[in-house]
């Protein structure tokens, strides 16, 4: 019969804590890879439909050679965005596409054509593109906004042409429950205008 001493034993048990931990740590990375790969694979979902939908009204060759994926942001309607290349003094140059799940919203989407890209080149106005997150920044750095406690927290939100760019400045978080506030400063994405509100969260 084996018999173990003080000292084997404790021995024994710190090996089987350190397994079990080296066993929580592979699981927990694979949990977190599987949770980050199905996100990834969410928005490249989004981003596939929304070009797409971009194919159908402007071409292939403008879609592979003038616009570049700028961001997926999630809402009542998902947006996914993109911006054309060239002329980097120009901010006003946000396509955006709107999803309702894994389809293109059908009533009130962009209505952005092959003219309006001409346009965009030519240096003339058009109706169909929206102020990139570049604008929306700049304005917040020209008023010095406060970036709170923990950094903005910058977000595209709306429903079709009523969408702002929306930077959060937190005064204060708590958890359990969760509480939070500060003040926003909306960046209207047609227009370009400007204010800043008050917002507070409570779960």
Not at 77 to 84: A, G, M, P, S
Not at 142 to 155: E, T, V
Not at 176 to 190: C, H, I, R
Request: aromatic letters at 12%.
């Amino acid at each position: 019969m084996l018999r173990l001493t003080a000292s084997h034993r404790v021995y024994t048990n710190t090996l089987v804590v350190k397994r079990m931990n080296k066993l929580f740590t592979i699981i927990l990375l694979f949990c977190t890879s599987v949770c980050l790969a199905q996100a990834v694979s969410g928005d490249s979902l989004k981003v596939k439909i929304a070009q797409e939908f971009l194919k159908k009204r402007l071409g292939e060759k403008v879609i592979r050679e003038k616009l570049v994926l700028a961001g997926v942001y999630e809402g009542p309607l998902d947006l996914v965005t993109f911006e054309l290349k060239g002329r980097t003094e120009v901010n006003k140059n946000l396509v955006v596409v709107f999803l309702d799940g894994n389809k293109v919203e059908s009533k009130f989407n962009t209505k952005i054509t092959k003219a309006d890209i001409a346009n965009y080149y030519k240096g003339q106005q058009t109706k169909n593109l929206f102020w990139n997150i570049d604008y929306a920044t700049n304005i917040a750095k020209r008023l010095d906004f406060d970036k709170g406690i923990k950094g903005w927290d910058i977000k595209l939100e709306g429903m079709v042409y009523d969408i702002s760019w929306s930077i959060y400045s937190y005064a204060t978080e708590t958890w359990d429950p969760y509480e939070a506030g500060g003040k926003a400063l909306k960046v209207d994405a047609k227009t370009g205008k400007y204010e800043i509100q008050d917002w507070s969260e409570i779960e």
